[in-house]
T-cell receptor, first 112, second 112 residues
Framework: LAKTTQPISMDSYEGQEVNITCSHN???????ITWYQQFPSQGPRFIIQ???TKVTNEVASLFIPADRKSSTLSLPRVSLSDTAVYYC?????????????FGAGTRLFVKA | DAGVIQSPRHEVTEMGQEVTLRCKPI?????LFWYRQTMMRGLELLIY????????DSGMPEDRFSAKMPNASFSTLKIQPSEPRDSAVYFC??????????FGEGSRLTVL
């Protein structure tokens, strides 16, 4: 399984764009990149998943360069409610069962 | 559609007692995961099933822990005997083979 490295914590202010970068130097050909969000006292929640280039949904964008050795989760115009832990995961989703291992995550704190 | 349902939400027990946590995955999902989360160790994958078959239980701490999935709609995680260091929030999650996990609300276990 590809190991991921992301910042332990980040601070931001309301209304700003937040970019969280994740390094995954040994990503394999079949691996996808997935990001989750976790609020206190809740289970993680899927945000976005991608394989290459750019993926966008109603919540976030995911930028993946051509070499796929890193990825950046972009949260546009964050609010106080975006304060949470964000996890980057890398793995092959097409094998029989996807062994999903979470790292330490990035603790985002949004200030007023 | 109902999400992943876990029970009990909270359990307080004494050291040495048996604890059984229950999980009902989302209907149609073919993978099920048990995680444990503590402040010290973060979110740890204990075991995961695919099509009701345990695929990887290397995260199970020791023989005191066991998990079963007798059918596609039910799984249990049992701790016998329980110890104070087992105190944690235990999450169950289910997924299709796309890799997007859906988490339950968790079972908070306190072992005195």
């Amino acid at each position: 399984l590809a190991k991921t490295t992301q910042p332990i914590s980040m601070d931001s202010y309301e209304g700003q764009e937040v970019n969280i970068t994740c390094s995954h130097n040994n990503i394999a050909t079949n691996d996808y990149i997935t990001w989750y969000q976790q609020f206190p006292s809740q289970g993680p929640r899927f945000i976005i998943q991608g394989y290459k280039t750019k993926v966008t949904n109603e919540v976030a964008s995911l930028f993946i360069p051509a070499d796929r050795k890193s990825s950046t989760l972009s949260l546009p115009r964050v609010s106080l409610s975006d304060t949470a832990v964000y996890y980057c995961l890398v793995g092959d989703v097409w094998t029989g069962g996807f062994k999903t291992i979470f790292g330490a995550g990035t603790r985002l704190f949004v200030k007023a | 559609d109902a999400g992943v349902i876990q029970s009990p939400r909270h359990e307080v027990t004494e050291m040495g007692q048996e604890v059984t946590l229950r999980c009902k995955p989302i209907s149609g999902h073919n993978s099920l995961f048990w995680y444990r989360q503590t402040m010290m160790r973060g979110l740890e994958l204990l075991i995961y099933f695919n099509n009701n078959v345990p695929i990887d239980d290397s995260g199970m701490p020791e023989d005191r822990f066991s998990a079963k999935m007798p059918n596609a709609s039910f799984s249990t995680l049992k701790i016998q005997p329980s110890e104070p260091r087992d105190s944690a929030v235990y999450f169950c999650a289910s997924s299709l083979e796309t890799g997007e996990l859906f988490f339950g609300e968790g079972s908070r276990l306190t072992v005195l």
